[in-house]
């Protein structure tokens, strides 16, 4: 009687499911919500969509879960309001991006390095 995945297990005249991660309920035939354990900080509103969260922060905070409070802008400076949401997936981009980054940085060394040894 377990759906998805989930572990049966025999008691007397009734039975129970472990149910996988993900799911919940006696037959393990509720999804959790990506929401569920509170993802967002700081008084920011959690939205499930695409089976992804999406935090909407609070104005003066930003980040995937609007864990970073944001500088104040300098007094008479003017303020455009962007609101900008992030999905767990648009952070796995990250880290290619700092790694491509780190082995060009690497690269303009070695090559200026040698440039360098050549005049010499």
């Not at 929401?35 to 959690?46: L, V």
């Not at 864990?67 to 290619?96: M, R």
């Amino acid at each position: 009687p377990c759906f998805n995945g989930g572990t049966c297990q025999d008691g007397v005249n009734d039975y129970s499911c472990t149910c996988p991660p993900g799911y919940s309920g006696k037959n393990c035939s509720t999804p959790v919500s990506k929401c569920e354990h509170g993802p967002c900080h700081n008084g920011a509103t959690c939205h499930e969509r695409n089976n992804r969260y999406v935090c909407e922060c609070a104005r003066g905070y930003g980040g995937l879960n609007c864990q970073f409070l944001l500088p104040e802008p300098p007094q008479g400076a003017v303020v455009v309001d962007i609101t900008e949401k992030y999905t767990e997936g648009q952070s796995s981009q990250f880290p290619w991006i700092a790694v491509c980054a780190g082995i060009i940085l690497v690269l303009m060394l070695l090559l200026g390095c040698a440039a360098i040894v050549v005049c010499f």
